[in-house]
């Protein structure tokens, strides 16, 4: 639902390459790849529970030091 609604509420902004910021409600990795598709870009947290989150890409991610951080 999160997704649906996050699409209706960009969906002006489509093909501009912006970037949207999102909060729990609407962060999740299906939300994140249909606005890739849609040609903008995607900023939030999404919790481990969720069911398409990266764990074997992240749990193989080295940080070296303090601050060190990565995107998928």
Known sequence: HG???LLELVDKWADTDRIV????YF???PAAEALL??????IGVVKTATKHY???Y???KELRK???????
């Open 21 to 24: 910021c999102a909060d729990s």
């Open 54 to 56: 990266p764990m074997e």
């Open 37 to 42: 598709q849609i040609g903008l870009r995607f």
């Open 66 to 72: 303090r601050g060190d951080k990565a995107g998928v």
């Open 58 to 60: 992240l749990s193989h």
């Open 3 to 5: 997704t649906k609604v």
């Open 27 to 29: 962060a999740s990795v």
